[in-house]
């Protein structure tokens, strides 16, 4: 949990309420401080990027929890969007306007999110003056050195939507499961923050709203990348990757980074794709001091 305190809004978009929280920087010079606009990844909520935030202080941070995840419901089936990035790219469009974020605001993203938030920078490059991405999406997972573990998870989700309600999300929200995924990925050999991870996880991994949400942005998750949208982003872009990201390989972000007009790639030894969670000191640093120009 962050230190700072957030001011809770809902938000009715697409047919989803939209729950979102806003932690006000500090002002200077009577000037309000600049807004950055944080997009979370797969299965998290704003919990996950916390640690991030309390580096951000300077910044007055915008976090909502996805539709479908953590406390925002799904959006509504007759509005034609899906949970996808094409759908979480237009909820952030008309979330944004709904917010009065001020134009040139930085936008953020974390894994998923940073495909969703290049997708969106992509489609709305006047809104955004800066776009940060940390752990991002290089490289197609079903192509790349986790392929087979891709498609094993896909069907894990498959299976879990189609199972009757009970048994559905018992499977899904299945701890072993979640504790695994946290075993694996968590390079820090200290103790504590190997107990916070795997606790964050515990907590924050199974608030899906509902499984038809889970399938559809897993499967969006699997199928789409930075790199389809990079090309068409114009804003100055920082990429914040691992050297032991088992999502993205440091080969997959230098090319990556080429697929930009304008991007600098910055990479942290020592950590994975937890980088919200494990190395949220070095990286607050970097997304302040580049959003501050």
């Not at 401080?33 to 640690?51: E, N, T």
């Not at 007055?60 to 094409?86: C, K, Q």
């Not at 290049?118 to 290089?138: G, K, T, V």
Request: proline share 5%.
């Amino acid at each position: 949990m962050t230190t700072r305190s957030a001011l809770i809004s809902t938000h009715t978009v697409y047919g989803a309420a939209v729950r979102c929280w806003t932690y006000p920087g500090r002002a200077v010079a009577g000037r309000a401080a600049p807004v950055i606009v944080a997009v979370h990844g797969f299965r998290g909520d704003h919990h996950g990027l916390a640690r991030l935030i309390d580096g951000l202080e300077d910044y007055t941070v915008v976090v909502p929890d996805l539709p479908g995840f953590g406390a925002s419901t799904e959006v509504a089936e007759s509005s034609g969007l899906r949970h996808d990035i094409a759908g979480y790219s237009a909820v952030l469009g008309e979330l944004a306007d709904q917010l009065e974020v001020p134009a040139g605001s930085t936008l953020l993203g974390h894994s998923f999110g940073s495909v969703v938030a290049a997708a969106h920078a992509s489609a709305h490059p006047h809104r955004w003056s800066r776009l940060a991405l940390i752990n991002p999406i290089s490289e197609p997972a079903l192509e790349g050195s986790e392929a087979l573990l891709s498609r094993l998870a896909h069907l894990f989700y498959v299976v879990g939507a189609a199972l009757p309600a009970r048994c559905g999300d018992a499977l899904l929200r299945w701890r072993l499961v979640t504790d695994i995924m946290s075993l694996t990925m968590t390079k820090s050999p200290d103790p504590a923050t190997r107990d916070y991870v795997r606790q964050q996880h515990r907590l924050h991994f199974g608030g899906f709203t509902s499984r038809r949400a889970l399938l559809e942005a897993f499967e969006a998750s699997i199928s789409s990348t930075v790199r389809d949208y990079a090309a068409s982003i114009p804003m100055p872009t920082l990429l914040v990757a691992g050297i032991e990201d088992e999502l993205g390989s440091p080969a997959s972000q230098q090319h990556l980074a080429r697929l930009f007009p304008d991007a600098r790639l910055r990479m942290i030894d020592d950590v994975g794709h937890l980088i919200h969670y494990e190395a949220t000191g070095p990286a607050a640093s970097l997304v302040s001091d580049f959003a501050a120009g």
